[in-house]
Each structure stands twice: as C-alpha cells, then as structure tokens.
C-alpha cells in the first residue's frame, strides 16, 4: 500500500533505470511530479490520484513497452525488437497469445525461408556437378532424368536459392514494419492511449 | 536534378538503392528472377524433347530418375519339372498386378519395379512331389531415396497358364489387380489390407475352386464368367454390394442356372470399409 507521492515517485524510478536514457527518465519523473502537485492543488488526495495513474508498477512497464517499441522502430536491430516485444508481453498475459505467438510464427517463417534458401543455393552447384559427370558418361551420378536439362535445373535452383534468401531480407524488413505497428496498437489498446503518438 | 532535390529523395532510396558491388539489389534481384525463369524453361524444353515431360499416366513428374522405373528386377522361376504349384505373394506397399502370360518352362516371371537394393522382395522356392513352391515377400525398406522420393514399388506377376496353381496374395496397402482369367487356379487367397482390389476370374467347368477375398478398407471389384457355376458369400462391415449379371439367393449371389450339384466355384467376400461390385463378364 503505497503511503506518499515520493514513494511512488521512487517506485517509478527504480522500475525504469537502466531502461530508460537519464534525460527522459528525468523528464518522465518532473511530468509525474508535476501531475501530482495540481492534483493537490486542485484538492485531490493522494489516494485518489494513486488510483486514477494506476500503480507505478503498471506505470512503469506501460512507459518501458513504449520506450522499447520506439527504440525498435528507430534502431532496427534483432535485440531491439525481441526488447519490445518482451516488454509488451509484460503488459498483459493474455499477450502470450497476441504477441508471442505472432511473433515465432513469423521468426519461425523467416527462417524456414533463410534455410530453403540456402539450402537451393547449395543443392544447385551440387547438383549441377552432377549433371556434368552424368554427361561424362558416370552411371553412378545419373541422378537426373537428362543431364543436359540437369545443368539449366540447377542454374535455376541455385539463382531461386539465392532470390529466397534475399527475399527473406526484404520479408523481415516488412515484418519488422508490420510487428512494430502491431506492437504500438497493442500498446494503446492496453492503455487506452489507443495509439502512441 | 538539383542538389537540394537528391537530398531530398536520399531517405527514400536507403533501401531501394541498396548496392552489392555498385549494382542496385533491384537490379541483382530482376537478374537473378530471369534466370530462373529462362533456366527452368529451358530445362523443360530439354526434357519435353527427351520424351520426359510432360510425364507418362503411371509416372509422376519428377526431374531426377526414378530409379525403379530405370532398374526393373525381372525374375523367372522355372518349373524344373514340377507339374503343380503353390504361390504366395506378399507385397508391404505398392501396386501389385497378376496376369498370365509366363513362358511354358517357368511357372511365374515377377518384374519388379522398386528401389534397389532395400526394397528388393525375398524369394524363396521349393518343389515337393512335383509340386513347386515359391514365395516372394517385400521385406520392408529403411534407407531413404533422396532424389526419388514418390519412387513407386509396383510388382507385375506372370503365371504359367498350364500349370494348375493355388495362389495366395497378401498386399498391405495398395491396389491390386488380379487377372487371373487365363489361369489355371486350384485356389485363390487374397488378403488386402488398404487399397482396391480388382479380381478377374475364369471358369472351371471340371472341379471345385474356392476362393477367399479379404479387403481391409477400399472398394472390391470380382468378375466371373457368366457361364461360370459360381455362388459368392459377400460380406461387408460398411458399404454397397452392387451385383451385375447375379441371383442373390439369401445371403448370397449365384449366377444364372447355377447348380450346386454340378462342380461350382465357392467364394467367399469379407470386406471391411468400401463397396463390392459384382459382375459377370
């Protein structure tokens, strides 16, 4: 049970040092601060404005998620986005289902592309080395219905490897896009911000 | 372009101007997109014109060799002197077709079209009193064939016509046809376990000849002579039984003047899911 403003105050900070950059966390104290302070002004007990921001837990890891998010969206980065969306899961559990899950589908996808990729990238060489031995007469490489079709098939498998795996490049930019919108819509919903500006 | 307006655009072309060696990736991208498409088209082209592609009804389109289809496994087993003979067939998987046609000195001729060499079925011959036994049995297969992967394992069976057999086919999963018309059969035991079962019948006017069909799930499909002095039991667990050409007497079906004082043909139908169909042809 929360007793004064200063302790709420250092709830709020302890929670969000080492995420948050010195200047930001300070400015994101004076604003509570200064909320609280009309508050009083206006005749309101601290109680009453404990209940009406919520507890500084929620408070804290409302404002992390955010600053995470943004942060993602600014510098795009592996560690950033699994920050954000971490962060997010902690808004709610019912986010193990809206946002976890989501999110290993896709990183599972991504990969399952990345892998087919390479894996036609390195199958077509091979295989197109096999072609020429099959075309040199070698019985025991005769893996391809006809060898002279054998060589073009693997020009083909290989440069579809190497598309793939450039196309997974361009498929995990868009999906950063589309998880860091998510991610901010999920966020308002949550606080009823509806939107982060 | 001013210096101001290619600042401007910068930002925008971060991505899309992306440069592997100083060609765009769009570029690399449109390159890459066309070869594929010309390697494959003409790797097409090459195969329609060696008759690969587009593939046969019996084949599946594939770009590597089916290796059974390229390795069929024939072999004769001789009569060496026998004037009768027992036949089992068991095939775990596959397609599985019996007809006559097995030259005068052999009593069956098996091609076997199968992935060398772990699917390779086990034969196992014997004769006793002139009567020749042989037994050919898939032993299963473990190993993986990578670049056939729908390679089929599908058996043709040749039977002496002359010689009178008692034959017994046991197949897992997969159809079976059984033209057995020109046959000389003392009996006949089918098991199936999944798959259709087709089973051609020929008439024996001058003794009796029984006849057990067990198929697990598919639909069976018998076919006797009509002159033929047939009664059938039929079975089935959930199903049709459709008879063409037949008098259904009780809980079986004759055909047309059968007399069960005469030889007759004695067979017997268990089917457990699918349909029977009986005709005479």
């Given at each position: 049970?929360?007793q004064?403003?200063?302790e ?11 995420t ?90 991504l ?32 893996i ?54 | ?41 003409i ?19 594939s ?31 596959g ?18 079209f199968?992935?060398?060499p772990?699917?390779q ?9 002139s009567?020749k036994?042989v ?93 033929s ?24 079906f ?28």
């Amino acid at each position: 049970m929360l007793q004064t403003e200063q302790e709420y105050i250092r709830i709020l900070r302890s929670r969000l040092e080492g995420t948050l950059p010195d200047d930001e966390l300070n400015d994101i104290i004076s604003d509570y601060t200064e909320h609280f302070r009309i508050g009083k002004a206006d005749g309101r007990t601290e109680e009453d404005l404990f209940s009406s921001l919520g507890s500084p837990e929620d408070v804290a890891r409302e404002i992390r998620a955010t600053h995470l998010v943004r942060k993602a969206e600014g510098d795009r980065s592996w560690k950033n986005i699994i920050h954000a969306v971490l962060a997010t899961l902690g808004l709610g559990l019912f986010n193990l289902v809206f946002v976890l899950v989501p999110f290993v589908i896709l990183v599972v996808l991504l990969f399952v592309v990345f892998f087919a990729g390479i894996a036609c990238a390195v199958f077509g060489p091979v295989a197109g080395i096999f072609a020429v031995l099959q075309m040199a007469g070698l019985p025991a490489f005769a893996i391809w219905q006809s060898p002279a079709a054998g060589i073009f098939f693997s020009l083909g498998i290989t440069t579809l490897g190497l598309l793939l795996v450039i196309g997974d490049y361009y498929l995990a930019r868009f999906f950063y896009h589309i998880g860091i919108r998510y991610l901010k819509w999920n966020i308002g919903v949550i606080t009823g911000t509806e939107q982060i500006p | 372009m001013t210096e101001s307006g290619e600042r401007q655009q910068q930002p925008a072309c971060i991505h899309a101007c992306l440069k592997i060696g100083g060609i765009s990736a769009a570029r690399i991208v449109l390159w890459l997109a066309a070869i594929t498409i010309v390697s494959f088209v003409i790797g097409f082209g090459i195969l329609a014109l060696s008759g690969g592609f587009p593939p046969g009804p019996d084949e599946s389109l594939s770009l590597f060799r089916h290796s059974a289809f390229y390795t069929p496994n024939t072999t004769e087993v001789p009569l060496d002197g026998a004037v009768a003979g027992d036949i089992a067939l068991t095939l775990g998987a596959g397609e599985l077709r019996v007809r006559g046609g097995a030259p005068d000195a052999v009593l069956i001729g098996t091609t076997v079209f199968s992935r060398a060499p772990e699917w390779q079925p086990e034969l196992v011959q014997s004769i006793n009193n002139s009567r020749k036994s042989v037994e050919i049995t898939e032993k299963g297969h473990k190993g993986k064939e990578w670049f056939a992967v729908d390679s089929p394992n599908s058996w043709t069976v040749l039977v002496n016509e002359k010689v009178p057999v008692r034959l017994e086919v046991n197949v897992g999963a997969g159809d079976s046809t059984l033209d057995l018309r020109k046959i000389t059969l003392e009996s006949l035991t089918v098991n199936n376990g999944a798959g259709d079962t087709t089973v051609e019948l020929g008439n024996y006017p001058d003794r009796r000849f029984d006849a057990t069909i067990r198929n697990g799930v598919g639909d069976l499909t018998l076919r006797v002579p009509p002159e033929s002095n047939t009664r059938i039991h039929a079975e089935t667990g959930l199903g049709d039984i459709t008879s063409n050409g037949f008098v259904q007497d009780g809980d079986s079906f004759v055909t047309a003047g059968f007399n069960p004082s005469l030889a007759f043909n004695e067979i017997t139908l268990n089917q457990g899911v699918g349909s029977i169909i009986l005709e005479t042809l």
